[in-house]
């Protein structure tokens, strides 16, 4: 059988990156596959962005062991891949002194996992440390290792790092087949038949029906829908830790938590769907996390929402991450129901994956692996000195585009020019946050679709929200006489 | 650092009439700084005509209506940068901007017009659930797109929301083909003009359905649908009265902000209810020399009263930067009994013009009530309306000698009999 590569991983969200990123430090041909427009364009584009301290999950149990890992991770990945990741500490408020055991319980499980300077507070103690928190809160265990990180950035930092080390992005492109050859795995997809030694199902919510294309082992991903409400800078500092609610059967339940770039988000709820592939949110599922929301803080200013939306958890029926070599398909590898903490275990879950693929194969480190990368530069947090330092060599970053981020030019630019570079408005959302802001695009919008179909050489008809199909225009003027 | 006796920030309607009155008033070193890269704001994408009835006695478009003032400035010789968007301002009047051209500048200004104007509200303030397809736009995006741009946004509309974008564009994309289905409206009556409704819906048979608002998104890459449903008396969607339009396209008109985020930095009074901050009878903010006109005040309705508006503050902030004019103490304006808010807020008695408009907005539709304005708890005006409406600005002149002294204070109401 012909090999195009050595490894191909399915799916670009932070899980396929994260392992990509990790393989790109041996000398393997690699690619990734990802069947959106760009990658961070699933589960990794909606979720609470939350790295967790690690003392939700059963002691022992994947979830334990690489929210811990991870946690531990994040400071050196954030400082090597140039991304923001904040140490702001999490708070879990107990509403009533009926939830106290359950309280001590959590606290009992998070020593057992490992995780350092846990406290169970009292109300007040905790209304001192966040004074915006509800009176009705009776206790609180505070986390300092709890942080928040913006998922586009890891993700997106870890697909361009991974792809100067080398692997190839084939977005736009679907699994739809693998069959497993004498000597590795032959994929087809809608473009190309590809042939691997070693095939790894990072495919989130899809996981199972990658699964199920090799292995006859059980597997079944339930899509759990979250909805989420994110509100105005300008209430950013409403609170400064992460605010959670005593855990319930279906999650984490509903938090209250400043954002890697100072908004304040509230969310998920959780519902399981059938349609894995839209993610409408609801007028219940929004108005009871409002509701829900308001019981962490006083006075919720739910008045400066500037956008809703919705993202879907991938739950395995049994309940654990399913991470490791498929026992009945060698070479098939797989990182499968990957729910939260699935954000803050990527950068884990990457290395043990890339370890045990990389024993496998006999593949060595290569020496000229780097594992730095720079961001674009974000010119409105800069000094107004090296702004204008910056402006000079590159008058583009004088140009502001997105008004309420203050993105520039430039910094658009750049994002679609990177290697895995954005080639929709959504993903120059992701990179730079043009179109984050509280008009939502409103001004920008004309502008972004002038520069990426410049950028790209295609026409304005063609520039796309995010995949083929969201195109925004239906026309010329012209075109209609 | 350069220092100039005024800056404008904005060089929309609002910017270009206050620069060109300020100049008029004797101030030589003025500087406009605009963000897009032609002057006019807004009014460049307005194609539509009844522009200029007040202010030039004739039909004018936006375009056109821009044009006249952009000629009293160059005529006026007033310098103004384009592509320059100004990044934070101080209570010092220390104005930052950067620009292609210039990189990052720091100016310092005596005195400052904010004529910023506004912008619309988008989708996710109002928290409709359902998918995030492409299709989407607010009013205003799409009107840029067709017009100065030169595309088509869709084929089959609904509009949400009554204010008069969305009511010009309803007029607009049918003329360029598009089905428009239907006008939303959240509240029992339009927040646009009357002519708009009559002009844009009404001649082209388009329908608009009060108490109604959208309570579902469809369709996964690109719109597929709304559904819309009528709401009660509080503005909640009545179960079982859900109604599905499939459309490719949804535009918002539903309520204009003013952008006063940098205003911010200064530190002065705002507004809650018109988002803007809260000026004295010279349209002077809280911050001395500090002056703001236009849509970032407050949002108008006819773009002839704000340049008007924005001529008094140009003529009030040349006065400041050429003799530092007497200030004593304010007396506040309260808005009352169906009056939503007035600006000016806050008048100074002793040294006030002869004359000073105050511009209102009421809260509901009234019909045949008066506008009074008392002062000291006496009536002094009593004016008969037949029709007052949230979507059509009003306002009542105050005349210096018919205000008791000493004054201590006036209210702005609605009166019925």
Known sequence: MRKDYDVVVIGGGVIGCAVARELSRRALRICLIEKGEDVCSGTSKANSGIVHAGFDAKPGTMKAKMNLLGSRMMPKLAEELDIRFKRNGSLVLCLSEEGLPALHELYERGVANGVEGLAILTGDEARRKEPNLSGNAVAALYAPTGGIICPFELTIALAENACANGVEFRRNETVTGISREEDGYLITTDHALIGANCVVNAAGVHADEIHRMVSKLPMHITARKGDYCLLDKEVGGYVSCTVFQLPSALGKGVLVTPTAHGNLLIGPTATDVEDKEQTPTTAAELSYLTKTAALSVRDLPTRSVITSFSGLRAHEDGGDFIIGETPDAENFFEAAGIESPGLTSAPAIGCYLADLIAKKLGAEEKADFVPTRKAIPRLAELPAEERKALIAVNPLYGSIVCRCEQISEGEIVEAIRRPVGAVSLDGVKRRVRAGMGRCQAGFCTPRLMEILSRELHRPMEEICKNVSGSELLTGTMEGRK | MKIHDLIVIGGGPAGLAAAVSARRAGVQDILILERDHVLGGILN???????????FKEEL?????????????????????????????????????????????????????????????????????????????????????????????????????????????????????????????????????????????????IPLKLSHTVVEIHGKERLTGVTLARVDENRRPIAGTEEYYACDTLLLSVGLLPENELTRALDVTMSRVTNGPEVDDRLQTDCEGVFACGNVLHVHDLVDYVSEEAALAGKNAAAYVLSQPAAGRTVDITADNGVRYTVPQKLDPEHMADAVTVRFRVADVYRDRYICVYCNGERIRRIKKRVLAPGEMEQVILKKSELKEPLQSIRICTEVE
Do not use: W
């Open chain 2, 61 to 205: 478009t936006g375009p056109e209506y821009a044009a006249r003032f952009i000629a009293q400035v160059k005529e006026e010789n007033i310098p103004y940068r384009l592509g320059a968007t100004v990044i934070s301002i101080s209570k010092e009047k220390l104005v930052t901007y950067v620009s292609r051209e210039e990189g990052l500048v720091q100016v310092q200004a005596k005195a400052l017009i904010l004529a910023m104007g506004c912008r619309e509200r988008p989708r996710g303030a109002l928290n409709i659930p359902g998918s995030r397809p492409a299709g989407i736009f607010s009013a205003g995006t799409a009107q840029r797109l067709m017009n100065i741009e030169g595309y088509q946004v869709g084929k089959e509309v609904v509009i949400l929301g009554s204010g008069d974008i969305g009511l010009i564009m309803a007029r607009r994309m049918t003329l360029e083909g598009a089905k428009v289905k239907v006008v939303a409206e959240l509240m029992p009556y339009s927040g646009g003009l009357k002519r708009n409704i009559v002009q844009c819906l009404d001649d082209f048979g």
């Open chain 2, 45 to 55: 994408q307005c194609i539509h005509n009844g522009f200029g009835l007040h202010t």
